[in-house]
């Protein structure tokens, strides 16, 4: 069966310091992936969708990236990071036609 | 591009009692939708899909293309229903949320 993995659960991170926030599928080949922000009142806020290997949609202009370097494995990543990127980031995948996937989230907090 | 409004962000009714939560949609094609449920402590998972026309744990939801709504139904509402709702559209492998519902069921 398929699984996803999303790590850490939790990461406290001061202003400017990078990002890195991994998210790993097992039991498929060939998913679509997807980075989501979710924030109170305000829902889920689709980041980033990969469809294959590098090949990335960013939805939302902001300091944060995306990468798929391999085929199940999906990483997002910001350079410096902002009072404002603070939230709770959830990886999902899925395959065609079917629903998506979620993993556990991260909880971020940027101080 | 597709955008769906769940106008209540929170929804608070009594053991027993019918609740239905709102959604709409707008999108020019053919939509596919779903219902997502975020328990305490869980993974937001998969609740319901119009095109399975099926109940899960006695919710129901119809699309409604005159309305371009899928509302979420359940006749009788239990405490174990309280939880955060999100009505989703996709359109090919753009899945997009709306702002969520946080149902209460209240003893």
């Known amino acids: 069966s398929q699984t996803i993995h999303q790590w850490p659960a939790t990461l406290v991170q001061p202003v400017g310091s990078p990002l890195s926030l991994e998210c790993t599928v097992e039991g498929t080949s060939n998913p679509n992936l997807y980075w989501y922000r979710q924030a109170a009142g305000r829902g889920l806020q689709l980041l980033f969708y990969?469809?294959?290997?590098?090949?990335i949609s960013s939805e939302v202009p902001q300091n944060l990236s995306a990468s798929r370097p391999q085929d199940r494995q999906f990483i997002l990543s910001s350079k410096k990071l902002l009072l404002s990127d603070s939230g709770f980031y959830l990886c999902?995948?899925?395959?065609?036609?079917?629903?998506?996937?979620f993993g556990n989230g991260t909880r971020l907090t940027v101080t | 591009a597709q955008r769906v409004t769940q106008p209540e962000k929170l929804l608070s009714v009594f053991k027993g009692a019918p609740v239905e939560l709102k959604c709409n949609y707008s999108?020019?094609?053919?939509?596919?939708l779903f219902w997502y449920v975020q328990y305490s402590r869980q993974r937001l998972q998969l609740l319901l899909r119009h095109i399975s026309r099926e109940s899960i744990k006695g919710f129901t939801a119809d699309l409604n293309k005159g309305e371009t709504s899928f509302h979420l139904k359940k006749p009788f509402a239990q405490e174990e229903d309280s939880a955060m709702y999100y009505c989703a559209l996709r359109d090919n492998n753009d899945m997009r949320f709306g702002a969520g519902t946080r149902l209460t069921v209240k003893p």
């Open positions: 999902a995948w899925s395959a065609r036609w079917t629903p998506l996937h």
């Open positions: 990969s469809i294959g290997i590098d090949q």
């Open positions: 999108y020019s094609g053919s939509p596919e």
